[in-house]
């Protein structure tokens, strides 16, 4: 193949396969759903925030377990690393980079955010919340 | 006095090598849910060790488990108590079942494995500190020291290292860390 047109392929294929791996359909509609709960719940909702994601990630919070206040107590500080629960046992990467199933089957994203919140938080979190760290965690 | 406990030490390990690759050994566990939801967070623990009436008080509160939220879908609770309370200690599918009731009052209903005094012999000899330490993290960790393979559950290479250790009267504490 000509040289000149191997870089550009490739570019090509990197950015089709980065956009593949974010917009996956299945998260794409557990997102809206979200989106639409999110905007029933505040009118002025516009969109979600990966900020605000990461800033809920590293946060602690109060109100639930107090030995894990935080995301980051099990998963750590960074979601493309390998997490453990309090008894010891891994937990695969949360990043969508590192896991390219994660937030893809909505059964398993309710049941993780019922337990996780409550162990955290003591509550469930808002559409919001969830929806800002599925952004987070899919640019990770 | 260290180095000689290293030297029997290191004849013991020699010595109780084959022997306890064997150990004793539970059943995998067969029941499709219990396999898969017991075993997110930590091992599916062999239902062996504790008795039915444990399995029936911890499956009905999933919702604090611990201190944290392990609520499973009704039905695969329904099966997850039923798979449990059958292989349980005091069930009938369980051969040998007694040696993990001895010393738990019919009154009483361990929560934990770690309250019932069979594992707590086992297990007397290891530090608090050992089973905090950040490689194991909690004494809920089995496979951190103990062998695992095929979902069985073997007896640590140590526990034989121990129970020498107990025959010839040395403390398996110095020997072993």
């Given at each position: 193949?000509?040289?000149?047109?191997?870089?550009?392929?490739?570019?090509?294929?990197?950015?089709?396969?980065?956009?593949?791996?974010?917009?996956?359909?299945?998260?794409?509609?557990?997102?809206?759903?979200?989106?639409?709960?999110?905007?029933?719940?505040?009118?002025?909702?516009?969109?979600?925030?990966?900020?605000?994601?990461?800033?809920?990630?590293?946060?602690?919070?109060?109100?639930?377990?107090?030995?894990?206040?935080?995301?980051?107590?099990?998963?750590?500080?960074?979601?493309?690393?390998?997490?453990?629960?309090?008894?010891?046992?891994?937990?695969?990467?949360?990043?969508?980079?590192?896991?390219?199933?994660?937030?893809?089957?909505?059964?398993?994203?309710?049941?993780?955010?019922?337990?996780?919140?409550?162990?955290?938080?003591?509550?469930?979190?808002?559409?919001?919340?969830?929806?800002?760290?599925?952004?987070?965690?899919?640019?990770? | 006095?260290?180095?000689?406990?290293?030297?029997?030490?290191?004849c013991l390990v020699l010595l109780a090598g084959p022997a306890v690759a064997e150990g004793t050994r539970f059943p995998p566990i067969k029941?499709?849910?219990?396999?898969?939801?017991?075993?997110?967070?930590?091992?599916?623990?062999?239902?062996?060790?504790?008795?039915?009436?444990?399995?029936?008080?911890?499956?009905?509160?999933?919702?604090?488990?611990?201190?944290?939220?392990?609520?499973?879908?009704?039905?695969?609770?329904?099966?997850?108590?039923?798979?449990?309370?059958?292989?349980?200690?005091?069930?009938?599918?369980?051969?040998?079942?007694?040696?993990?009731?001895?010393?738990?009052?019919?009154?009483?209903?361990?929560?934990?494995?770690?309250?019932?005094?069979?594992?707590?012999?086992?297990?007397?000899?290891?530090?608090?500190?050992?089973?905090?330490?950040?490689?194991?993290?909690?004494?809920?960790?089995?496979?951190?020291?103990?062998?695992?393979?095929?979902?069985?559950?073997?007896?640590?290479?140590?526990?034989?290292?121990?129970?020498?250790?107990?025959?010839?009267?040395?403390?398996?504490?110095?020997?072993?860390?």
């Open positions: 193949m000509n040289k000149a047109f191997q870089l550009p392929l490739l570019a090509a294929a990197v950015v089709f396969l980065t956009a593949a791996a974010v917009a996956n359909p299945a998260r794409e509609a557990i997102l809206a759903a979200l989106a639409t709960q999110a905007k029933a719940a505040d009118p002025t909702f516009t969109a979600f925030s990966s900020e605000r994601g990461a800033a809920f990630w590293n946060a602690d919070h109060t109100g639930g377990n107090p030995e894990l206040p935080s995301c980051t107590s099990c998963h750590t500080k960074d979601p493309t690393a390998e997490g453990k629960t309090r008894a010891g046992k891994a937990i695969a990467p949360m990043a969508v980079s590192q896991k390219a199933d994660r937030f893809t089957d909505q059964e398993k994203v309710t049941k993780w955010f019922d337990r996780s919140c409550k162990n955290v938080l003591g509550r469930v979190c808002t559409p919001i919340e969830e929806g800002d760290i599925i952004t987070y965690l899919s640019g990770k | 006095m260290n180095r000689v406990n290293w030297l029997i030490g290191a029941d499709a849910a219990t396999a898969k939801e017991c075993s997110t967070c930590h091992i599916a623990f062999p239902p062996q060790l504790l008795p039915a009436r444990s399995w029936q008080a911890i499956l009905g509160n999933l919702g604090n488990h611990f201190g944290e939220d392990a609520s499973v879908a009704a039905k695969d609770n329904a099966e997850i108590v039923a798979y449990l309370m059958a292989h349980a200690a005091d069930a009938k599918a369980t051969s040998g079942g007694t040696r993990y009731l001895k010393g738990i009052a019919t009154t009483a209903t361990p929560l934990r494995i770690t309250e019932i005094p069979y594992w707590r012999r086992w297990h007397s000899e290891v530090s608090a500190a050992r089973f905090k330490s950040p490689e194991v993290k909690s004494a809920a960790n089995c496979v951190a020291c103990h062998r695992r393979g095929a979902g069985i559950l073997h007896r640590s290479r140590a526990g034989g290292v121990v129970r020498l250790c107990f025959i010839v009267g040395l403390s398996p504490e110095r020997v072993l860390l």
